[in-house]
């Protein structure tokens, strides 16, 4: 048998192929692990239904007047939308554990395409969860016209773009399973608390309320549930109502920040 | 003169005090299979990690196929395949989609892919489980799998860490047997680390490796020859008075390993029927070896190869490469 002579790619090329071919891996590797998207997305129809039927006999303060559950909808698929995308970057755990990731860093292509392909691909994986969920919206009263569906869906990819590169970041110091698990439990919990994903950010006490401001995901939360509702009830510094661009430029602020931290943190070698 | 596929010269890695590689200077030239023969951390590893720019030398340089493996990374990294010692592959992905993820990362066209990735499959007789998930694999299906993956982009020089590590004797004689094919169709140079004495006989030249430095480097029948003697080893049914009477009589030192006493003299088949005519106590056995490349570690390290790897902690066993990862 002859030798078949190859013609290598140019760089550029070989790299954008490179993105599209992680991203590809980790939409292969979801769908061999089913059981993967049913968590993905049972636990947030558990918050929906079981926790926001329950609670929402309690609550109906600071809603603007809107059903515990139609005003939680938002906030769940914002959740849900962080919960997978930081959790996204648990397969460069597991590619270190498993050896594969050796594999992607000695091959000639730039660590910036990598970092992207796993951003790209995270982000894709929560999206797709939160398209599932929005087919649940109106069994629980959510009214959705296509244009709020494609601004919802907006919103989702570029809080799932943001934290996926967080993810990144985290995952790109730890060696073993366990200790990323923790870090990520001690970083999702406050995020997603925090967020005005759960429970409305008014007429909290001074301290609480800094704390949301501080959080990022809060303004991808205000963001997801402007697009959403109709009569949603906006983030605020007292009086001022926080436009829409400013929740966007945080949020992109911190994708973008993010994800130089990561490409930066997968250069370095030794 | 061609250029050699590897050049070495004064190389140097050192982790914190502790000196893994220690002025290691090599060349192996286009074609040859090399092998670096050591016992655990001797410094395989780490000279290995250097040459695939996936480890910083502390001195010294180092060119693989024409390039500077700290100046040049990404042209080196084109240029070589490289089989590590623990299976790198993505259990979930199918043989053939590995292959593939690995064809595009190192830019061949994707026409070419098939083309290439199917006769290897059938060289390494994967060809009817391309589409399998590598999970179901056996330990020795990864391992031809991740050299035909080695070997997919062509590349100049293909290192193998160990390629045989961890695997049962049959497999590691199936292994060989897909590296001597391949050698003979693709004219791959081959640059492998090893600790087993059976794999570094088939290579060309061998470098034997001990404590960061190399001690010997030639082809394996002239360092066997540098040995010089054959071992007689004896064992009679009063050693004591055996090995007085040979000391007088043929004016040699016989020397007492684990009950028996053993000889090195230049032939020994020729001494063995003198042996007897010496003798006044009964023999009861008699071998005669021919050098081995035990013996010949032995002369240049002073110790067995068995006892070197046993004698080593378990923190240098040939682990830089991973402690390298674990900090990226």
Redesign the interface.
Known sequence: ?A??A??????L??NL??I??VWL?EL??LQ??PSRIISGIAQPLLFLLVLGTGLGSLVDRGTGGLDYRVYLFPGILAMSVITSSLFASVSIVW??E????????????SRTALVLGKAVGGGTVAVLQGIVLIVVAPFIGVDLTVGRVFALLGGLLLLAFALTSFGIVLASRM?RMESFQMVMALVMQPMIFLSGAVFPLRDLPGWLSALTKVNPATYGVDLCRRAALENSVPLTYGDWVVPVWLDIMVVLALGSVMLAVAVAL?Q??? | MTQPAVEVDGLVRRFGDFTAVDGVSLRVEPGELFGFLGPNGAGKTTTISIL?????PSGGTARVAGHDVVAAR??V??NIG?V?Q????????SAA?NL???A??????RA?ID??MR?LLEMVGLEERADQ?VRFFSGGMKRRLEIARGLL??PSVLFLDEPTIGLDPVTRTHIWDYVDELRG??RTTMFLTTHYMDEAERCDRIAIIDRGRIVAIDTPDALKASVGADTVTLSTADDDRAAAELASMLSVDPERRNGSLVLRVPDGEAFVPRVFDVLSVGVQSVNVRRPSLDDVFIKYTGRDLRDADAGLTEQFTGNAMVR?????
């Open positions: 048998m030798t078949i190859v013609h290598h790619q140019g760089a090329a070989r192929r490179t599209n071919m891996r292969i590797r061999r692990m590619d270190r498993f050896g594969f990731l050796r594999e992607m860093l000695v091959a000639p292509v060696q997968f370095k070698t030794d | 695939c720019t996936l480890l910083r990404d042209a990294r084109a490289l590590f623990e299976i790198t592959l993505d259990d979930y992905l989609e593939r993820f690995h595009v990362m190192y830019g061949l066209h070419e083309d290439r006769p998930q982009h062509m169709r693709e390298a990862w674990r900090r990226n």
